[in-house]
Each structure stands twice: as structure tokens, then as C-alpha cells.
């Protein structure tokens, strides 16, 4: 499931925003004008920023000729694009098959409470990201869920809490550290 679009991609600086374009720009070099681009450009944009910024589809538009609402309309109706930066700590829960046999919808659940938000959103302190993502290739440990590519293996919905204090403390440790310096 996706979010509606915010704003914070806007909030993007001056530098950055100037090879964001470049790069759009290239990218409409490369796939033509055509609207039948604009899926791949959307993805290939992703790819690059982790998300879909509002300046970045406002960017696609204009270059393709295309009102932004249209643009976001078009992307919000596709599950693989996200309008929100990714989070300290990105959550993949697999929903592949095996995964879904032994009980993910349940985890799906689990995590969407104790994060307090959706698949395809980022949590509010920006920590963790949660994203639904098909087979992670280790079916024999199924369910699984990965933390930046960390894979915790044959989750309950009981360990979620645990296995997300684990990552909360580092992230702690970490800013303590950082204030310290
Ligand atoms: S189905 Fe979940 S890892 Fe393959």
C-alpha cells in the first residue's frame, strides 16, 4: 500500500536538487518523451533518491508535458513506489509464498502496530521504513523480515517487539555518541 505524496522531498537543498534535474533530465534523454516512459523514469528516479520526492515528480512531469497530478496519480497506483525517505532502518518483510504460508500477514500487522504506520511509510521519528517485498531468497527459514539486509529468521509476531528495541538501542547509542563528540 502507498501514501499520498508529502512535501518532504521538497525540503531538499539547492545542490541537490540541481543534479536531481540533471539527472530526470537525462533519464528523459534516454527514454524519449513518450508516456509510455514514464514508469520506467519514475523507477530509475527512485532508484537513485529511495523514494519519490514531490520536486522530483513535479520535475518528471514538467519534462514529459504532463500535469503533476496526473503523474502522481499514475504513481500512487502502483504498490513499488514510495513518497517517503526510506528510515535509518529498512524494514522488508517477505511476503513471498513460503513466508505467507507460515504466517507473514500476521507479522504485516504486528509491525504496522508497534511502528505505527503503513507498509510503504516511514515512521514518524524516521527510524524504520516498512516495506513489503516479494521472496528474499531464504524460504527455508520462512517467515522472514529484514533489517538493512540483516534476515531475522521464523518471526512471530511476538519477537517483533524485541527485534525492533535491538535496533531502537543502537540508534540511541549511536546519537548518544554522536553528542558527545
Ligand atoms: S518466500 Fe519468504 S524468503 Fe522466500
Redesign the pocket.
Known amino acids: 500500500m502507498t501514501g499520498q505524496p508529502t512535501s518532504e522531498g521538497a525540503s531538499e537543498q539547492v545542490g541537490q536538487s540541481l543534479s536531481l534535474d540533471e539527472r530526470i533530465d537525462g533519464l528523459i534523454a534516454r527514454f524519449g518523451r513518450d508516456r509510455s516512459a514514464l514508469i520506467p523514469i519514475l523507477q530509475e528516479v527512485q532508484d537513485a533518491q529511495g523514494y519519490l520526492s514531490r520536486q522530483s515528480v513535479i520535475r518528471v512531469a514538467e519534462r514529459l508535458g504532463l500535469p503533476a497530478s496526473k503523474v502522481f496519480g499514475v504513481a500512487t497506483f502502483y504498490n513499488q513506489f514510495r513518497f517517503q525517505a526510506p528510515g535509518k532502518y529498512k524494514i522488508q518483510i ?7 504460508v ?1 504466517g ?1 500477514a500476521a507479522l504485516v500487522e504486528a509491525l504496522k502496530r508497534e511502528l505505527g504506520c503503513d507498509t510503504g511509510q516511514t515512521t514518524k521519528d524516521g527510524l524504520f521504513s516498512l516495506e513489503v517485498v ?11 523480515l529484514a533489517i538493512n539486509g540483516e534476515v531475522h529468521a521464523a518471526v512471530t509476531p511476538t519477537m517483533v517487539k524485541q527485534i525492533l528495541r535491538k535496533y531502537r538501542k543502537a540508534a540511541a547509542a549511536e546519537s548518544q555518541v554522536a553528542g558527545r563528540a
Open positions: 517477505c511476503r513471498g509464498t513460503a513466508c505467507h507460515r507473514s516479494a521472496c528474499l531468497g531464504v524460504c527455508g527459514l520462512a517467515p522472514v
